[in-house]
């Protein structure tokens, strides 16, 4: 039973995506705790405005090239599937370019919007993250497309651990830095991992040097409503911290970037959870229809929930402790924000496994109308906010948001495919009770 349990294709990428998850979450942590004592607090800021616009950047490109070859890859036939690869890598690399092109616009553009002059440079040199990411990115979306997972691990750590070393380099021996060279280590990194996700990926790398419009044509079509749906998720996320910066100075933003690096735990079960289920929920609902759909909606919104609640509590009363740690002590303003935030995780799984599944069943024009407008009022909530309570009104709007967005997809998925709230708390209750009797047994 444990043999049959270890080869499970559940407990394999299960595992191997956690830690994949736990990984970027970590250094993410780590690299904040080491910089809030590098950086002053307005570099702080500047720094975490530039990952929020690289992140966005990023974003797009996963939603874009990732969902529509995992659902294409999974369903082609055999025939088709280097014409699928080639299609998706000229897409990523379109992308890239007008990406860069942005890129190039902005670094010229920046000191209008607010008074960050670092952000120049910073974003010339980006540029060559952004290309470093379109070959990991796609080595690593092939993987996963063929329910592999471990070359994303070691691919990820790379990534994530050049620059952490270089930021801990730095801190310990109390070297010399600054913004620019930081943006120089982490574009270094995509270039190292792309290498060696190019090398878990030979076998399934091969292209055709020939591309077929018709799936081209496909992939962008799929792509357009997924690539929107997380521009303005993104951008809902984004702009706190834009906003921030603008409406009252860089410092702001760091003063809020505690509870996003805190808050990003979340993002390990979320993450690891969508990553697991949307391959799986598209062949299940290939073969058992709408009704597959539901069931894994409701379970996985119901165990995740469960999961995050008592996370959700311990940050809201160790907030001080927690910022005290992970921020020093100048950072008092962080803590109630960090409280407020800390509710976040009880509403994104709705969010999160919505989106997904919408996916699956082919909705993916629902999910993209839902989160542009959710999204929209998303942004025109937190101008208001921060107008009117500053740091605070960032967490108050996200919150507002996130909570009536669960009630809303929750009435959307009824009418699709008759989902049913109490069976979230039912399965949620359930996995309790499972694992209070597994311990009582053992």
Known sequence: ML??????????????????RIAITLFGLLNFFFLVRILSKNDMGVWVIFLSILALSESIRNAFIYNPLLRYLNTAEEKDKKDIITASLALNLLAALII?????ILAFSINYLMDTPQLYAMFLVSIISVFGFTLFAHFNFLQQANLRFGGTVVSTMTQKGSLFLYILYVYIFDADTSLLLLAIAYSVGYVLSSIIAFFFTREESELHWKFDMIWINRLFHYGKYTLGTNISTMLNKSTREWFLGGMIGNSAAAIFAPSVRVTNLFEIPLGAIASIFYPEMINRVSKEGNSAAKYM????????IIA???????????????????????YPESIPVLQVMAIYGV?????????VTLNAIGKARIN????????????IFTYIFIDQ????????????????????????LYKQIGVNTANIFKYGLQSVSKGVKMILNR
């Open 3 to 20: 043999k049959k349990l270890l080869n499970s294709y559940w407990f394999k990428s299960g595992s191997l995506t956690l830690i994949n």
């Open 100 to 104: 860069s092109v942005f890129f190039i």
């Open 297 to 304: 909606y409701e379970k996985s919104v119901g165990v995740i």
């Open 308 to 330: 995050v609640v008592p996370a959700v509590v311990l940050i809201y009363l160790l907030a001080e402790q927690i910022v005290l740690i992970i921020a020093g002590p100048d």
């Open 347 to 355: 509403f994104e799984p709705f969010q999160r496994q919505f989106g």
């Open 368 to 379: 993209f109308y839902f989160i542009v407008i959710s999204s929209a009022v998303g942004i």
């Open 389 to 412: 309570y500053g740091v605070m009104g960032a967490a108050y709007s996200t919150i507002i948001t996130y909570a009536l967005s669960a009630v809303i997809i929750q009435y959307i």
